[in-house]
């Protein structure tokens, strides 16, 4: 119920050719081989094959913005479970109680501005490629090479200087 009689009639029909059909194809291989087993058998690489082709500069960059996503959002949710089971203070505490002087603040902050800048600004380059067409004569291959590179670089230059940037000591409690 619910189809014409003739769609009905049709479907049926389909179903019976299909049942046919896949009863008198021939077998491929031994019935206990698998897929895979009968690829191996072939000799030939997996396509795309990573040791044989090199991945342009767009592909490297285009997988660190979906890698420090993953990184941004790890980090999002320890600053997240650290305030709700640690407290209001308990993120500042923690900075503030690294050491002072030497390395290590520094690169603490550098660890934690680069996947956020990169995967942003990674994220902008996106946003102006749907805005503006990326299939157009204007973007090459040279042009995107050239920002992929861009990417890494001001990533790395804004991250350092924000790594060099620190938040007031709060004050004393009398």
């Given at each position: 119920?619910?189809?014409?009689p003739?769609?009905?009639?049709?479907l049926?029909q389909l179903?019976r050719?299909?049942?046919?059909?896949?009863r008198?194809?021939?077998r491929?291989?031994?019935?206990s081989?698998t897929y895979?087993e009968?690829?191996d058998?072939?000799?030939?690489?997996?396509s795309?094959?990573l040791t044989?082709?090199?991945?342009p500069m767009?592909?490297?960059s285009?997988?660190?913005?979906r890698?420090?996503?993953g990184?941004?959002?790890?980090?999002?949710?320890?600053v997240?479970?650290?305030?709700?089971?640690?407290?209001?203070?308990?993120?500042?505490q923690?900075?503030?109680?690294?050491?002072e002087g030497?390395?290590?603040l520094?690169a603490?902050?550098f660890?934690?501005?680069?996947?956020?800048?990169?995967?942003w600004?990674?994220?902008?380059r996106h946003?102006?490629?749907?805005v503006?067409?990326v299939?157009?004569?204007?973007?090459?291959?040279?042009?995107?090479?050239?920002?992929?590179y861009?990417?890494?670089?001001?990533?790395?230059a804004i991250s350092l200087?924000l790594?060099?940037?620190s938040?007031p000591?709060p004050?004393?409690?009398?």
């Amino acid at each position: 119920h619910g189809h014409p009689p003739g769609r009905t009639r049709m479907l049926g029909q389909l179903s019976r050719a299909r049942v046919s059909a896949l009863r008198s194809a021939p077998r491929r291989g031994l019935a206990s081989e698998t897929y895979t087993e009968q690829q191996d058998k072939t000799g030939r690489p997996l396509s795309p094959h990573l040791t044989i082709y090199r991945l342009p500069m767009i592909a490297y960059s285009s997988i660190t913005v979906r890698i420090t996503g993953g990184i941004a959002y790890a980090y999002i949710i320890g600053v997240t479970a650290l305030a709700l089971f640690g407290g209001a203070g308990a993120l500042e505490q923690a900075v503030q109680s690294l050491p002072e002087g030497g390395v290590t603040l520094p690169a603490a902050k550098f660890a934690v501005s680069w996947p956020f800048v990169y995967h942003w600004i990674g994220c902008v380059r996106h946003m102006v490629w749907d805005v503006f067409d990326v299939s157009s004569k204007s973007f090459t291959n040279s042009l995107m090479r050239t920002s992929s590179y861009g990417i890494f670089a001001a990533t790395t230059a804004i991250s350092l200087g924000l790594a060099t940037l620190s938040l007031p000591k709060p004050a004393q409690k009398e």
